[in-house]
């Protein structure tokens, strides 16, 4: 896809998501969102204002919730499985602190969905190697590590995430724009199953991309945050990790504090993380610091930040402590999303003629 093409889709997909919200507003109870995210490790402040206070939102909006656990994708990432159990139920934990419900919404893992991943096969048929090839996230993942070396189920990786939405006749997946090339794969599988099964009458609804209006949070030292590149303040971190983490992050050397994220990108950053969290404009806040520096922002972000989680870390800490109420959550989110997967598989053989 060339740039231009790029931002045009992505630019039609924002004015879609205005439009979807809309739709949210007046009639809640029409979509079932999918959203989820790899048990690679603990989740992070971007998390939260990136997606997870999205969710919330919508949750209590009163649109119906399941969050995916890709464990399976945890294998494309090439994080080894003895480490699965505790990032699966740190996950679970991050969940419910943030406010999500699990008496509304659905958490459940890939691997204890067996309908989920056998739609995998149908949906395999439906698309090329040469269309597979040419999603930018597997086009990036080729270029990282060669085709020689990329497993089979990485290169497949958009299909499995097809599966995952489809199999749960999610409407909805709020994505950010990196994301939005596997909703458009998911899209044509879906047209494509019911040109071919089910014509006159179409069995899969083709999901749409939320976009969500967050801005996007840098890592603490300017890089991408990431949850395993040691720039990001885990939701669970102590006030005192806070604090030590915030005070290694990279600023500049002009005294005054200002809010120019293109001039300024690491200071800029930080104040719009003490702007969210202070439900704050960053400019105002950036001139409440003035000539303070960067110590003076410094402290700021880590106040900001220890009072606005305090709770979720103290609801966290708590559920942590409770190993046998997280995995009955997840046994039941799993079982709940096994008869919805099954449902929709049962339904995808009646259609293929292989009911026998
Ligand atoms: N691919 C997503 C990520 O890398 C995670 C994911 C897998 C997902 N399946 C999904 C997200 C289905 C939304 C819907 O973060």
Redesign the pocket.
Known sequence: MSTATATSSADASQRRSADLEAAIGADPGAFRI?????PTGPLHIGHYFGTLANRVRLQEAGVELMV?I?DY?ALTDRTATPALPENVFGLVADYLATGIDPARATIFA?SQVEALNQLMLPFLSLVSVAEIGRNPTVKDEIAATGSAVMSGLMFA?PV??AA??LSCR?NL???GKD?LP?LELSRVIARRFNERYSPGAPFFAEPDALLSAAPLLLGLDGRKMGKSLGNSVPLRASADETARLVGKATTDSQRVITYEPDRRPEVSNLVLIAALCRDQDPAELAAEIGDGGAVALKAAVTEALNDRFADVRTRRADLAANPGYLRDVLAEGNERARAIAGDTLDEVRRLMHMTY
């Open positions: 999918l959203t989820g995210d790899r995916l890709p994708q890939h990786y499995h995430q995952d939405i999610a997946v709020p994505v994301q596997h």
